[in-house]
C-alpha cells in the first residue's frame, strides 16, 4: 500500500496523472469472454466503434471518426479541455481521415458512399463544407479508406479496401489525376517528411508499398507481418513503423535502405499464437518511446526504440475494450477503444423502436417509443488520456494488463480440470471421448429460449421460444447439462462462425462488418468469404489436418456443398447448408444417411462440423413458415440427432456440443451475449446445473482437449474448458426424442406492417437483413404489436473487487 501511494504521489507531482494498483483493481470490470478491463487514465464516452483519431498540427483538437453499426459520426475533441465539442452524424464512413496543415479542415473517408467528405473546422465546430467524389455509391465497388493530404501540392492521396486501389486526387479541381492498383486490400497511407514517398499499408497483402509521388509510380514493395494496417513516422522520418495485426507485431522499416531492420513482439508472451492484434502505432515526441494498441488484448504495450535494432520492451498499459488506435501530445497518450469500457445486458434487446420514421410497422403515431439494445450497436467507444507513465506506473499497470490476461503460455499446453476426467489437462493426453460432434445454430439468446428454466437464471418476460417451442433442448438441459453462465464471443453471424470455428475474429472482420450490418453496403465476409478476413492459422479444420485429426463438415464453411476453404476440399459431405427454404429435419436426414455409409464403413471422423440454422427464422414474411414452425424444427431436427447418434455403435465414445453462432437476435437480462449451449453424451453428467462462466472459445478449447490438440490461439487458450460438465463414470442410456407441439407446416398467412417488412427481407445468406430491423419484426411477430418488453437492466459484468473472484 505505501509503496502504491509512493507511485500515486510521484506521477502526480510529475503530472502525470498515475493511478494506483489499487484504485484501478477496485473498478475492474469483468467481460463476457472471461478477461477484465482497468482502463488507465481518465475516459471519455465516444460513438460506435472508433476506429481513427488525427490531431492538429497545433494540437489543439483530436478528430475520431466512430465507424460502427449504429449512428456513425465524426467527433472533436478539444485537446485541453478534454471533452468532445462538436458531433457530426455522417451517413457512412470508415477511417479515413486528416486535418489539413492550416487545421481549418477535416477531411473524412465517406466509406460506401465512395466521397471524401471535408469539414470546416472553426471555434470548435465542425460545418460540412464539400465532397470529393471517387465514383458512384455503393454497389460500386471503391471503398476509401485511408487518406492523406498534400497541402502545398494540392493533392490528396487515398487508398481502398474494395477495388484495392490508389487514387490521387486534384484538390483545387477536386478530380481523379491519377488511378493505381495495389493488388490487395489497402488500410491507410502515409506522406514522408519531404512529400516524395507515400508509404501504403497493404492490409490483404502483407507489404508496406513505396509510391513516386512526382513520377505516380510504386517504386518499392517491403514484406512485413500478416494483415498490416496501421503506420507512423519518427520525427525525422528515418524509421517507419508498421503494426501487424495477426502477427501480434509492429516491424521497423529503415526508410533509406528500404529493409526491415526490426520486428517486436507486442504480446504479452513469447510466441504467443494470434490474439493480440496489434493494431495500432505512436511515437513519444522524443521518439524513445513506441505505444502499440493491442486490440484483443486491451492494452498498449510500450518499448524503448532509441536504439534502432535493439529495442526493449518495457511494459503494458491498461486500456479500455477493444483499442483501434494511439496517439501522443506531450505527456499524454490518447486512445480510441472500439467498444468501450463494458459489456451490458439488453434486457429491452433489438426489438421495438424509438424513431417512427425508422420502422414501416408501428401501429399508430401515439404508440410509446421503445428502446433498442440490439448488440451490434450497444457498446459505445471511449477515448482514454493517460499521463505518460514513469517506470514504477508502468510496472503497475503492466500488472494489471497480466491479471487482466486469462492467457499464459502454460495454458497451451496445460488447463484447467481433474485427474481422471474424459476432459484430459494436456493436450496430446488421451481421452475416452473418440468422436466430436459441433453443431452450429443461429442467433439465440438464453432468455429467449431457456428462460423458463426454474432451476437456470432466466427472465420468463423475456422468453419467445420456450418449453411448448423447443421441448427437446429443454429436455437436454433437463437430463443433461444446463448451462446458464455461457456467453458467445461474438457480436453477430459474420464474426459469430470465425469465432466459432477458429477462436478469435481478424481485425478485418471486426472493422468491416458493422458496416454491412449497419446498410451501409459492403459485403459479408465470414465464414471463409473473404480471404483477408480469415484467421492466419486458419480454422478448426486447419488445426485438425496439422494434427492428423480426421475430419468432415456439414455446411458448415461449405456453400451449396463447395468448400469455401481450401482445407474442406474433400471433407465437404452432401448437405445443404445456409437455406431458409429447407427445414433443418431435412438436413438431419442428410445426415443420418452419411453418417450410417460411414459408421458402416468404419470410416467416421474424429470431428463432424455441422450447422443447424432455422432458428433464425424468416420473421412474418407470408407464405413462410412461421417463427414458431421454424424453431420447432430447429428443435426437432436437434432432438432427432441425439436420438439416432444416441442408438449408434459409436455413441459409447461420442460428445455433442451445440451452440448459437451469435445471440445478437433478442434480449437477455444477464448480458447481450449470453446465449444457450448443449453438452450431450455418455461421460457427460445427467441432471447437472454448471453456473460456470464458459464462452465459444472453452468449447472449442474443450474439443481440442478431446482431440489431443493445443489451442489454435490466445482465447481458447484462455478459456475455460467445461470439464465440470463430465464424469468419468459414463450413461450409455439413448435419448429419446419428443415430438413438436407446433404444426411444422403453418404458415405466416396474415398480411400486416410487419409481412410487408419481412417481404422487404433478403435471406439468401443469414445476416443479409437489416437484422435490427429483423429482429424488431421477429419480437412483434411472437409477442404482438404493442408488445413492450419488461424485465430488470441488471448486468452480470460489473465492477469485480479481485478478492470476489474465483478461478472461473
Not at 437480462?669 to 464458459?694: C, E, Q
Amino acid at each position: 500500500m505505501r509503496l502504491g501511494f509512493l507511485f500515486v504521489c510521484l506521477a502526480t507531482a510529475l503530472g502525470l496523472n498515475a493511478q494506483s494498483l489499487e484504485t484501478l483493481e477496485q473498478n475492474r470490470v469483468q467481460l463476457p469472454n472471461g478477461w477484465h478491463l482497468t482502463p488507465a487514465g481518465k475516459n471519455i464516452t465516444l460513438g460506435d466503434l472508433p476506429l481513427n483519431m488525427v490531431v492538429s498540427r497545433d494540437k489543439k483538437y483530436i478528430a475520431v471518426t466512430n465507424n460502427g453499426q449504429s449512428t456513425q459520426m465524426i467527433q472533436l475533441v478539444d485537446v485541453r479541455k478534454e471533452m468532445v465539442v462538436d458531433s457530426m452524424i455522417i451517413p457512412k464512413s470508415w477511417y479515413g481521415l486528416s486535418f489539413s496543415a492550416n487545421g481549418q479542415s477535416l477531411y473524412a473517408s465517406g466509406g460506401n458512399d465512395n466521397w471524401i467528405l471535408r469539414y470546416n473546422v472553426l471555434n470548435g465546430k465542425l460545418s460540412l463544407a464539400d465532397s470529393i467524389i471517387l465514383g458512384k455509391k455503393w454497389p460500386n465497388k471503391i471503398s476509401p479508406a485511408g487518406l492523406a493530404v498534400d497541402d502545398a501540392a494540392k493533392k490528396m492521396f487515398i487508398v481502398t479496401k474494395e477495388d484495392n486501389s490508389l487514387y490521387v486526387v486534384d484538390l483545387s479541381t477536386k478530380k481523379t489525376i491519377h488511378k493505381l492498383a495495389l493488388g490487395a486490400e489497402a488500410y491507410t497511407c502515409l506522406l514522408s517528411n519531404d512529400k516524395k514517398t507515400l508509404f501504403i499499408s497493404l492490409w490483404g497483402g502483407d507489404k508496406v508499398l513505396y509510391f513516386n509521388t512526382a513520377t505516380n509510380q510504386l517504386t518499392d514493395s517491403i514484406a512485413v507481418g500478416d494483415n498490416p494496417n496501421e503506420l507512423t513516422l519518427s520525427r525525422k522520418g528515418t524509421y517507419l513503423y508498421v503494426a501487424n495485426a495477426n502477427d501480434n507485431s509492429v516491424s521497423i522499416i529503415d526508410v533509406a535502405s528500404k529493409r526491415v531492420i526490426e520486428t517486436l513482439n507486442a504480446a504479452l508472451y513469447p510466441n504467443a499464437p494470434s490474439g493480440s492484434t496489434s493494431n495500432g502505432v505512436a511515437l513519444s515526441e522524443d521518439d524513445r518511446k513506441l505505444y502499440i494498441a493491442n486490440a484483443d488484448n486491451n492494452c498498449l504495450a510500450v518499448f524503448d526504440v532509441s536504439t534502432p535494432g535493439k529495442s526493449k520492451s518495457e511494459g503494458f498499459i491498461p486500456v479500455g475494450w477493444y483499442p483501434t488506435n494511439v496517439k501522443v501530445i506531450g505527456q499524454k497518450i490518447y486512445v480510441t477503444n472500439g467498444k468501450g469500457l463494458t459489456s451490458m445486458a439488453n434486457p429491452k434487446g433489438p426489438n421495438p423502436v424509438g424513431k417512427k420514421q425508422s420502422v414501416s410497422y408501428q401501429q399508430s403515431d401515439n404508440q410509446k417509443p421503445e428502446v433498442v439494445q440490439y448488440i451490434a450497436g450497444l457498446f459505445k467507444g471511449s477515448l482514454s488520456i493517460i499521463g505518460r507513465p514513469n517506470e514504477k506506473q508502468l510496472s503497475t499497470y503492466s500488472q494489471l494488463v497480466y491479471s487482466n490476461t486469462p492467457y499464459t503460455k502454460e495454458k497451451e499446453m496445460t488447463a484447467q480440470g481433474e485427474e481422471g476426467n474424459p476432459i484430459p489437462m494436456q493436450a496430446g493426453k488421451p481421452s475416452p471421448i473418440k468422436h466430436v460432434f459441433y453443431i452450429i445454430k443461429e442467433n439465440r439468446t438464453y432468455d429467449q429460449v431457456l428462460g423458463d428454466v426454474a432451476k437456470g437464471n432466466g427472465d420468463t418476460s423475456l422468453v419467445l421460444f420456450g418449453k411448448e417451442i423447443t421441448p427437446n433442448q429443454h429436455k437436454l438441459v433437463d437430463e443433461f447439462v444446463l448451462l446458464d453462465n455461457f456467453y458467445v464471443d461474438a457480436e453477430v453471424s459474420a464474426d459469430g462462425h470465425n469465432w466459432s470455428m477458429g477462436g478469435y475474429a481478424t481485425d478485418f472482420l471486426e472493422k468491416n462488418w458493422p458496416t454491412s450490418y449497419g446498410g451501409r453496403g459492403g459485403t459479408y465476409p465470414g465464414e471463409g468469404q473473404r480471404e483477408i478476413a480469415n484467421n492466419k492459422g486458419g480454422f478448426i479444420w486447419d488445426h485438425c489436418k496439422r494434427n492428423n485429426v480426421s475430419f468432415r463438415t456439414y455446411g458448415e464453411f461449405a456453400d451449396d456443398g463447395k468448400p469455401n476453404i481450401p482445407v474442406l476440399k474433400g471433407h465437404v459431405a452432401p448437405y445443404i447448408g445456409w437455406d431458409l427454404s429447407v427445414r433443418d429435419t431435412v438436413r438431419f436426414n442428410q445426415w443420418v444417411k452419411d453418417f450410417d455409409s460411414l459408421v458402416a464403413a468404419n470410416a467416421l471422423p474424429q470431428l463432424s462440423t455441422m450447422r443447424f440454422g432455422n432458428d433464425h427464422t424468416e420473421g412474418a414474411r407470408i407464405g413462410r413458415p412461421t417463427p414458431f414452425a421454424h424453431v420447432a424444427d430447429n428443435d426437432l431436427a436437434v432432438g432427432l440427432f441425439i436420438e439416432h447418434l444416441s442408438k449408434s455403435p459409436v455413441w459409447k465414445e461420442s460428445v455433442v456440443f451445440i451452440l448459437e453462432d451469435d445471440a445478437q437476435n433478442g434480449p437477455d437480462h444477464v448480458d447481450a451475449h449470453r446465449s444457450p449451449a448443449y453438452v450431450v453424451g455418455p461421460y457427460v453428467k445427467r441432471n447437472f446445473v454448471d453456473h460456470t462462466m464458459y464462452s465459444t472459445t472453452g468449447i472449442l478449447r474443450t474439443m481440442e482437449l478431446i482431440l489431443g490438440m493445443p489451442p489454435m490461439t490466445q482465447y481458447d487458450a484462455a478459456a475455460t474448458p467445461l470439464w465440470r460438465c463430465f464424469t468419468n463414470q459414463p450413461n450409455t442410456t439413448a435419448f429419446t426424442h419428443l415430438p413438436a407441439n407446433v404444426d411444422l407446416n403453418d404458415k405466416n398467412r396474415s398480411p400486416n406492417a410487419l409481412s410487408h417488412a419481412s417481404e422487404k427481407f433478403d435471406f439468401s445468406k443469414e445476416d443479409n437483413i437489416p437484422d435490427l430491423e429483423f429482429t424488431r419484426v421477429l419480437w412483434k411477430t411472437v409477442k404482438g404489436l404493442n408488445a413492450q418488453v419488461p424485465g430488470p437492466s441488471r448486468s452480470a459484468f460489473v465492477k469485480v473487487a479481485k478478492e470476489e473472484e474465483d478461478d472461473d
